[in-house]
């Protein structure tokens, strides 16, 4: 079957800024991808140009087969209801001048999509699934709280029935209290409706709770794409180690137990990326030739897993990066 999404080597720079540096992945249909990794990693910018809010440098989106990277505006605007997104800050997204109806409305608007009854029927109904109550139909963004502002958000990106939603740290703007009943709408929201989803945070345990797959992004590159499970009981690239060992657990005595590699230094900047592979300014286990040598994105082990690493083997056994172990040991 035809993945909903398929990103072929796209490229997004910024002048010398190489924010995505060379990135495939594929979301299939009803499948949900975590795409996670630090500020600066480029996964935002990733999910802008697969929903063409910047423009592509370089590469392919493919929507249902359809590629749409470098389509003009033009092109592009009948096929903008397939796909979607969903930003982290709701208030600056919503349009403060629209009543909550219009703001809903208005893709099948844009689209002519049914007449002006069925539309208003289909908010009410979209109200319903994203659990507000009919009557905020008239009501204006500023008068409801973060957490109702980003169910509006969610109804308005599903009311044309997109086949992909993009959703860009839709939880991280909100107060922690409304995080995970947001968090959950999504979920039930995938499951209901069946839509593909590339899920773009910093937060693992969002990732865990709702993605089948995990891509994880260091510096303009994919480093890590594994199932799920997979990855988070056994994550191979040392990057992705590092991450999985800072998320807190909700269990404090496996928490306090536990011991976190602590990366040195930030990551480096993307105007200048370091040679060979792109994390061996941090890496704890790197060696010699990591900083020379560019590690491909290559499948490792039994289940289909993807890691850029000199250090993996084709078997999937991986470097252990410890706590303990020292600062990288090679320069830049
Ligand atoms: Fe570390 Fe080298 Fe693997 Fe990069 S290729 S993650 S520097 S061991």
Redesign the pocket.
Not at 308 to 312: D, P, Y
């Given at each position: 079957m035809t993945p909903t999404l398929e990103i072929v080597d796209l490229v997004k720079h910024f002048g010398p800024v190489r924010a995505v540096d060379g990135v495939s992945l594929t979301v299939g249909v009803g499948e949900v991808v975590g795409l996670v990794g630090e500020s600066g990693s480029g996964k935002s910018t990733l999910g802008r140009c697969v929903t063409r809010l910047v423009p592509v440098t370089s590469g392919q989106v493919r929507i249902r087969g359809r590629d749409i990277a470098l389509l003009s505006r033009r092109a592009l605007r009948p096929l903008r209801r397939d796909f979607t997104i969903v930003f982290q800050d709701p208030s600056s997204s919503l349009n403060p001048r629209m009543t909550v109806g219009d703001i809903i409305a208005e893709p099948l608007r844009l689209h002519r999509l049914g007449s002006a009854a069925t539309r208003r029927a289909r908010v009410i109904d979209l109200l319903d699934q994203v659990g507000l109550p009919a009557d905020v139909v008239r009501r204006y963004p500023h008068e409801l709280s973060g957490g109702q502002r980003q169910r509006v958000s969610l109804a308005r990106a599903l009311s044309a029935s997109p086949s992909l939603l993009v959703a860009d740290e839709p939880t991280s703007a909100l107060d922690v209290s409304v995080q995970a009943s947001v968090l959950n709408l999504v979920g039930r929201l995938q499951r209901d409706l069946g839509f593909a989803c590339l899920f773009i945070t910093h937060d693992l345990a969002s990732v865990e709770f709702l993605a089948q797959r995990v891509a994880v992004m260091y510096l303009g590159l994919l480093?890590e794409i594994a199932d799920r499970a997979e990855l988070f009981a056994a994550p191979r690239?040392?990057?992705t180690q590092a991450l999985l060992s800072a998320a807190p657990i909700p269990d404090p005595a496996v928490q306090r137990a536990r011991r976190r590699i602590v990366l040195s230094g930030d990551v480096p900047s993307p105007v200048d990326p370091p040679p060979?592979?792109r994390?061996?300014t941090r890496?704890p286990?790197?060696?010699e030739?990591?900083a020379v040598d560019v590690?491909p994105l290559r499948p490792v082990g039994p289940a289909g897993a993807l890691v850029?690493?000199?250090?993996?083997d084709d078997d999937g056994t991986a470097?252990e990066v410890s706590a303990a172990m020292p600062a990288p040991s090679l320069g830049s």
């Open positions: 480093v690239h040392p990057y060979g592979c994390f061996h890496c286990v790197a060696v030739r990591c590690p850029a690493c000199h250090l993996v470097p």
